[in-house]
């Protein structure tokens, strides 16, 4: 499930995600109006993510285990933790906690990622049709 339109779908997200966590030249707009703006195509990223890997894997349902979340839910999840990640390395310092913990965060959802592509792959997880 990695590569092709999940990739430029991740991109735009961080994207988002970036304008709407660190803002541009460092300053964040708090502004509602494109708050909203931004968590709107987030959420219709996702949806264009959950149609392609509809559309795109084969969904085993029988003795399947339901995930909690749809696979555009946690890339969008990703993103931010991403962001998030690339902010820190790039305004703390390296010994500081916070820095590590958001790198350590990134790598649990990759990891969690990569688990639920195998286990959907495998037939072992099926997926939310939300």
């Known amino acids: 499930m990695v590569g092709g339109p999940l990739l430029w779908f991740a991109r735009d997200l961080a994207?988002?995600?970036?304008?709407?966590?660190v803002g541009r030249?460092?300053?964040?707009?708090?502004?509602?109006v494109?708050?909203?703006?931004?968590?709107?195509?987030?959420?219709e990223l996702v949806l264009a993510i959950d149609d392609w890997v509809l559309r795109a894997i084969p969904q085993h349902r029988l003795g399947a285990t339901l995930h909690t979340e749809t696979v555009g839910a946690v890339i969008d999840r990703m993103a931010e933790a991403s962001v998030r990640a690339h902010h820190a390395l790039m305004t703390l310092s390296a010994n500081?906690?916070?820095?590590h913990c958001a790198w350590h965060h990134l790598a649990e959802l990759a990891d969690a990622y990569d688990d639920l592509v195998r286990d959907v792959?495998?037939?072992?997880?099926?997926?939310?049709?939300?």
């Not at 460092?26 to 509602?32: A, I, S, Y």
């Not at 500081?96 to 820095?99: F, G, P, Y």
């Not at 792959?121 to 939300?130: F, M, S, T, V």
């Open 15 to 21: 994207v988002l995600h970036e304008k709407r966590i």
């Open 121 to 130: 792959l495998a037939g072992r997880r099926r997926l939310p049709e939300w």
């Open 25 to 32: 030249g460092g300053r964040v707009d708090t502004d509602p």
């Open 96 to 99: 500081d906690e916070m820095l």
């Open 34 to 43: 494109v708050l909203r703006e931004i968590d709107c195509r987030r959420s």
